[in-house]
């Protein structure tokens, strides 16, 4: 059996006394497609958050690619970790936001090769081959001496998803990578995704509103309620067969929707 390449393992996430993620058990398998859907509320982003060390644990362990995130092992035990050892983790893993989060001042080239030149220490000439190649792989080629403002929502996402493909991560997280945009643009960027999903062996946490991609993306799919996954399957298991009443109603209330 391959070791799972994340694996939450009694994770709480509090805050004060609203419970978020409720002893949660979940992992991932290297090269694997896993979309999470779930109700408002119900821990999908704060997964994401807690992988990218954006919002600390209560309680539990993850292990990320074989280490302990939020941990260091020393003399055998595991302590909270240092700055040091969830910047390394860190690097494992890139994230898409729902909200580009690009930098506008800087134009859509440099908004690429910045990370990968200050943090990776790469040359600047090879940090503007991977970027040309990812911008090529995105379909913004002609878009790269643009300012953020100059591109519309779609292909600041675009972007955003080819600022977090040329950290070379191992693992992409993706947060409701097409809830601000516009209805018409939403297909151009799940058609890059879907591109990323096919054609590499990245493993690719989800969490999506849109059903009939998760469907036709995903590997397996986990519907979350109240910080625990409630069930999870293939994708023709949970939407044409699910077996928990409350993600039957979910279902109906968001395809009917």
Same mark, same amino acid.
């Given at each position: 059996?391959?070791?799972?390449?994340?694996?939450?393992?009694?994770?709480?996430?509090?805050? %004060?006394?609203?419970?978020?993620?409720?002893?949660?058990?979940?992992?991932?398998?290297?090269?694997?497609?896993?979309?999470?859907?779930?109700?408002?509320?119900?821990?999908?982003?704060?997964? *994401?958050r807690i992988l990218m060390t954006?919002?600390?644990?209560?309680? %539990?362990?993850?292990?990320?690619?074989?280490?302990?995130?939020?941990?260091?092992?020393?003399? %055998?035990?595991?302590?909270?970790?240092? !700055?040091?050892?969830?910047?390394?983790?860190?690097?494992?893993? %890139?994230?898409?936001?729902?909200?580009?989060?690009?930098?506008?001042?800087? @134009?859509?080239?440099?908004?690429?090769?910045?990370?990968?030149?200050?943090?990776?220490?790469?040359p600047k000439a090879e940090a503007?081959?991977?970027?040309?190649?990812?911008?090529?792989?995105?379909?913004?080629?002609?878009?790269?001496?643009?300012?953020?403002? =100059? *591109?519309?929502?779609?292909?600041? =996402?675009?972007?955003?998803?080819?600022?977090?493909?040329?950290?070379?991560?191992?693992?992409?997280?993706?947060?409701?990578?097409?809830?601000?945009?516009?209805?018409?643009?939403?297909?151009?960027?799940?058609?890059?995704?879907? @591109?990323?999903?096919? !054609?590499?062996?990245?493993?690719?946490?989800?969490?999506?509103?849109?059903?009939?991609?998760?469907? !036709?993306?995903?590997?397996?799919?986990?519907?979350?309620?109240?910080?625990?996954?409630?069930?999870?399957?293939?994708?023709? =298991?949970?939407?044409?067969?699910?077996?928990?009443?409350?993600?039957?109603?979910?279902?109906?209330?968001?395809?009917?929707?």
């Amino acid at each position: 059996m391959t070791e799972p390449i994340i694996k939450f393992d009694k994770v709480v996430k509090k805050y %004060g006394t609203h419970v978020v993620l409720d002893e949660l058990d979940f992992d991932v398998k290297p090269g694997e497609k896993v979309t999470i859907i779930g109700p408002s509320g119900s821990g999908k982003s704060t997964v *994401l958050r807690i992988l990218m060390t954006l919002e600390e644990i209560s309680s %539990g362990v993850i292990h990320v690619d074989g280490e302990p995130l939020w941990h260091e092992e020393r003399n %055998g035990t595991l302590k909270p970790a240092s !700055e040091a050892h969830l910047k390394k983790m860190r690097a494992k893993l %890139g994230m898409v936001f729902q909200q580009f989060n690009l930098f506008p001042h800087m @134009s859509v080239m440099r908004n690429i090769t910045e990370a990968p030149i200050n943090v990776l220490k790469l040359p600047k000439a090879e940090a503007r081959d991977r970027a040309e190649q990812l911008l090529k792989m995105v379909g913004l080629t002609e878009h790269a001496h643009k300012f953020p403002s =100059q *591109l519309s929502g779609g292909q600041q =996402q675009r972007v955003g998803i080819a600022r977090a493909l040329a950290m070379r991560p191992k693992i992409m997280l993706f947060d409701e990578p097409t809830s601000a945009l516009d209805p018409e643009l939403v297909g151009e960027v799940l058609n890059v995704i879907g @591109s990323l999903a096919a !054609e590499h062996d990245l493993t690719m946490l989800l969490v999506t509103h849109e059903m009939r991609f998760a469907r !036709e993306v995903s590997d397996r799919i986990c519907f979350f309620d109240r910080g625990k996954v409630k069930e999870q399957g293939t994708p023709e =298991q949970i939407f044409s067969n699910p077996k928990e009443a409350r993600t039957r109603e979910f279902l109906k209330a968001v395809l009917e929707g």
